[in-house]
């Protein structure tokens, strides 16, 4: 008799557990998401802010005198912009809206007008096929090294090449993934960097091809058209090699070299520049970087005015060796930059307004990304 109540017991006991795991089990169970979290989980913002310090090392400091490069060229403090970019990536299809305030963004978009200003990027996207990607709208250059973002760089100055490259396009590509290794890109677009409309009839092809393995990767791209008024130019055309691998750890090497022609409207020779840049970088530590940026650059037949100082056949080249560190405090970047440019010809002034060959300067560039 005892032993069945004690069998009845242990039953009881058994049963009530089994209950207490199963419910227990239910009320851990995540609860389904509403619509709205599964929209905000597709919903991304990041962005950054910058701004930067520079001094003329025996030369002005009235910002009358400076690398003809984008960006970092006042005097003094100055502002680099803040930068906001909203996504959206849905099962097939989604859309980026970047946005840019300040200095450094105005430059990025100086072919805007208006509210267009403060557009850096914005364009939609679908994913075809898994291997097959369009995208329509207002995109950054696919061409060159560096990017208009500070956070993109590992110097905070800009190179010559990256700076009379095209910056954005407004058209449509196709990204397309040949295999693990090889990819291929295509496009049709308006002028180089007229984002917002097309005030030429006239557009521009630009294609590339691309090898990427887990060390590295290497990019070859072309754009070719005419970039302005017809009749007032001939077609451009370039070729771009951008490549750059982790020879070690600790050791990565960066590579751009680009060559762009524009034809004469009527009889004449070609015009344009050319250039090369090696980028090797090593990381002494997690929080600091070291690297320096070599550059040629040369124009020919005045193929660019007022930039480096041209001889009288409209040719001139110069070098510009830039030694930049990166110190990182969380999402903070501090980047202390010595740059040196010197010129073929006589282009910059020293502090008794004297032409001279070469200009060298300091900047301090402070980047926050989120």
Same mark, same amino acid.
């Given at each position: 008799m005892k032993a069945k109540v004690i069998t009845k017991f242990l039953k009881k006991v058994a049963l009530f557990t089994l209950f207490f795991l199963s419910?227990?089990?239910?009320?851990?169970?995540?609860?389904?998401k509403s619509t709205l979290d599964k929209l905000l989980s597709k919903i991304s913002l990041s962005g950054s802010v910058d701004g930067y310090y520079r001094y003329n090392f025996a030369a002005p400091n009235d910002n009358s005198v400076a690398p003809q490069t984008f960006f970092a060229d006042e005097s003094g403090f100055a502002l680099g912009m803040a930068n906001a970019i909203l996504g959206y990536e849905g099962e097939k299809a989604g859309f980026v809206a970047d946005l840019v305030f300040g200095p450094r963004g105005e430059d990025a978009v100086f072919n805007s007008d208006d509210s267009a200003q403060i557009i850096n990027q914005l364009y939609v996207y679908w994913n075809v096929t898994e291997s097959v990607k369009l995208t329509f709208g207002n995109f950054n250059t696919f061409i060159g090294y560096e990017m208009i973002s500070p956070t993109e760089n590992f110097n905070y100055s800009t190179s010559y090449m990256f700076t009379y490259g095209p910056l954005s396009h407004t058209g449509l590509k196709a990204d397309i993934a040949?295999?693990?290794?090889?990819?291929?890109?295509?496009?049709?677009?308006?002028?180089?960097?007229? #984002?917002?409309?097309?005030?030429?009839?006239?557009?521009?092809?630009?294609?590339?091809?691309?090898?990427?393995?887990?060390?590295?990767?290497?990019?070859?791209?072309?754009?070719?058209?005419?970039e302005g008024e017809p009749g007032e130019v001939g077609p451009t055309f370039q070729v771009?090699?951008? #490549?750059?691998?982790?020879?070690?750890?600790?050791?990565?090497?960066?590579?751009?070299?680009?060559?762009?022609?524009?034809?004469?409207q009527e009889n004449g020779d070609a015009s344009g520049f050319y250039g090369a840049a090696l980028y090797p970088q090593y990381r002494t530590s997690e929080k600091f970087a070291i690297g320096i940026r070599g550059e040629y650059f040369s124009v020919y037949n005045g193929g660019l005015t007022d930039v480096i100082g041209l001889d009288t056949q409209g040719d001139g080249d110069v070098i510009t060796a830039t030694l930049t560190g990166n110190y990182t405090i969380g999402e903070l970047t501090l980047k202390p930059e010595l740059r040196i440019d010197t010129t073929s010809e006589d282009f910059f002034i020293d502090n008794d307004r004297e032409a #001279?060959?070469?200009?060298?300067?300091?900047?301090?560039?402070?980047?926050?990304k989120f």
């Open positions: 419910f227990n089990a239910i009320s851990q169970e995540e609860k389904p040949i295999s693990e290794k090889w990819s291929a890109m295509l496009a049709i677009m308006n002028p180089s960097d007229y #984002t917002d409309n097309n005030p030429f009839d006239t557009y521009i092809a630009g294609a590339q091809i691309g090898y990427t393995l887990d060390k590295g990767s290497a990019f070859l791209n072309f754009r070719y058209g005419n771009d090699l951008t #490549t750059g691998w982790d020879l070690t750890q600790d050791f990565y090497l960066g590579v751009n070299t680009t060559y762009v022609s524009t034809e004469p #001279t060959k070469s200009l060298s300067s300091f900047v301090l560039g402070a980047v926050y």
